[in-house]
């Protein structure tokens, strides 16, 4: 009985080596492999809070290129978590030159309340040469009323934005 618990303890072992071993993904470049790194100066996640139908809000996220070589954004584009949320449209700007190293750059997010009430969130995402794909990188939220209900009113955003923020921030967030 003794033997047989030894063996098992050896072979558990040695498979637990070779799969440590194997957890290496050569698709991903090693961490000191160098190229430009997006670190935010501004939170990554924003909240509009109430926004007026007809008018809108606009938010500058601030950034610095902590890598080695120059980032540049390609793409940024916005989905909407709720679909049946209240009209609105967002614009982003970003940079439209690389961001040398050790340089800032700013991300502007404009909110354009259409039509309706209620609550709204968006992912922003990037295509870039820091990341991989379409890659989630901030978030923003915030609550449409109408002129009448500016002051006062039911519009608040709840936990639409608490919700969010902490599957965004788990999920999608490189170290």
Request: with cysteine; net charge positive.
């Amino acid at each position: 009985m003794k033997k047989l618990l030894k063996l098992l303890l050896v072979i558990s072992s040695l498979f637990c080596v070779g799969a440590s071993a194997q957890t290496t993904n050569p698709q991903t470049p090693a961490a000191d492999s160098g190229g430009p790194e997006i670190n935010f100066i501004t939170k990554r996640v924003y909240d509009f809070e109430r926004i007026t139908v007809n008018s809108s809000a606009t938010y500058h996220f601030q950034f610095r290129n902590t890598g080695n070589r120059p980032l540049l954004i390609n793409e940024m584009h916005s989905a909407p978590n709720e679909l049946s949320g209240p009209a609105h449209h967002l614009q982003i700007t970003w940079p439209p030159k690389p961001v040398k190293p050790g340089k800032k750059g700013t991300i502007v997010v404009t909110v354009r309340a259409e039509d309706g009430a209620g609550s709204f969130r968006n992912e922003i995402y990037v295509t870039s040469n820091a990341t991989e794909g379409d890659f989630p990188l901030l978030l923003v939220a915030g609550t449409i009323v109408p002129y009448s209900n500016v002051q006062e009113g039911p519009y608040k955003m709840e936990t639409a934005l608490g919700a969010a923020v902490g599957a965004f921030m788990v999920n999608n967030i490189k170290k």
